[in-house]
């Protein structure tokens, strides 16, 4: 019953992750076309943000995982691990802009 109830509360988190997705995608469409002005700055935003990524995957490793004993081994290939390491590379660096982010305000209002 518990696998059940997990089972359906995964498929539920991807469904609400695919809705958060897609209506980003569409308010971010509907204000740049409202805005051609700043269209400029959108596309620099996505290529800086697709920038970071492909840095992120460079810098990851792509070294197979097999761990656990008997029917509970988990195993990944290299591509697998590759691309996990890369997301949490990506985590920390959005992370660490974030947190300068916020300094940067606190002390440029300081200045005002």
Do not use: W
């Not at 569409?26 to 269209?39: E, G, R, T, V, Y």
């Amino acid at each position: 019953m518990e696998e059940i109830i997990a089972h359906y509360g995964i498929i539920f988190g991807y469904i609400m992750l695919g809705i958060t997705a897609l209506s980003v995608l569409i308010f971010s469409a509907i204000q740049i076309l409202a805005n051609l002005k700043k269209a400029k700055t959108a596309i620099f935003s996505i290529v800086a943000g697709v920038g970071i990524y492909l840095l992120c995957f460079v810098l990851a490793r792509s070294i197979p995982l097999s761990t656990g004993t008997g029917d509970g081994v988990i195993t990944m290939s290299g591509e697998q691990m590759r691309f996990v390491e890369a997301n949490l590379y990506l985590g920390y660096t959005m992370l660490a802009v974030a947190i300068l982010a916020i300094a940067y305000s606190s002390v440029s209002n300081l200045f005002k």
